[in-house]
């Protein structure tokens, strides 16, 4: 049966592009043609926030890659999520494993930040994933929880709310979770909202998988019942990206 929740695939282009790879992107997801059954998100570095806003189709959605937990102050190199709104954008990637594991950003502040984007009126895609050597230990659950748990006391609007489940051992190494052990994690997931948030949450809220998602995989793991789109890295900056926001169809 399919999902009453729209599909929502994603793309984090990292810390890659210039404006003319920008330009080669804009291309492609212009040529399509996408999904009218797919919302589109683009994450992109926030230098190129304003051209990629000014670009990109109008249905394609803009995201930062990052903010910070406050509107302005003395926090140099930081971007507030008033600026990212400035830009013309309305999402923000926050928590990504990235951030958790080589910035070492612990839980409180991705919870913090997501508060305060949400408060400033962006959409949020907040990540969550356990590490290999937590997996391997069958520690899955208990990593990805109690990222939950720091997460729920400051999500005020959880329709403006996006999870995104990325196992740290599957990202950018070639290694996929299989569409088994992807839908298990989500199924536990929205079942951890059922029992934490409340039911209604649990239905209406897309939690997305992310973990070298390419063009190959994406059907399959697109038909699993609790996997409502993907964040998608590397494969989004080439148009392969175009078959993977088409997953479904």
Not at 131 to 141: S, V
Request: overall charge negative; some cysteine.
């Amino acid at each position: 049966m399919a999902s009453p929740r729209k599909f929502f695939v994603g793309g984090n282009w990292k810390m890659n592009g210039d404006k003319a790879a920008i330009d080669g992107i804009i291309s492609f997801m212009k040529t399509g043609p996408l999904s009218p059954n797919t919302e589109v998100v683009v994450g992109c570095p926030q230098c190129y926030l304003m051209y990629t806003r000014e670009h990109m189709p109008a249905n394609i959605g803009v995201a930062a890659q990052n903010c910070y937990k406050v509107a302005k102050g003395a926090f140099t190199g930081e971007i507030s999520p008033a600026m990212v709104k400035d830009c013309g954008c309305e999402w923000v990637i926050l928590g990504h494993s990235e951030r958790r594991n080589v910035f070492n950003e612990p839980d409180q502040l991705i919870s913090e930040k997501v508060g305060h984007a949400l408060e400033a009126g962006l959409k949020v895609i907040p990540c969550i994933g356990e590490k290999l050597e937590e997996r391997e230990a069958n520690r899955t659950q208990e990593v990805v929880f109690a990222q939950m748990k720091a997460l729920v006391p400051n999500i005020s609007d959880w329709s403006r709310v996006v999870l995104a489940y990325e196992p740290v051992w599957a990202i950018g190494t070639g290694k996929t979770a299989t569409p088994e052990q992807a839908q298990e994690v989500h199924a536990d997931l929205r079942q951890w909202l059922r029992e934490n948030v409340n039911a209604e949450v649990a239905e209406s809220t897309r939690i997305i998988y992310g973990g070298s998602v390419s063009a190959g995989n994406c059907q399959e793991l697109a038909k699993k019942g609790d996997i409502d789109g993907f964040l998608v890295g590397g494969a989004s900056l080439k148009p392969d990206f175009v078959q993977i926001i088409n997953a479904r169809d």
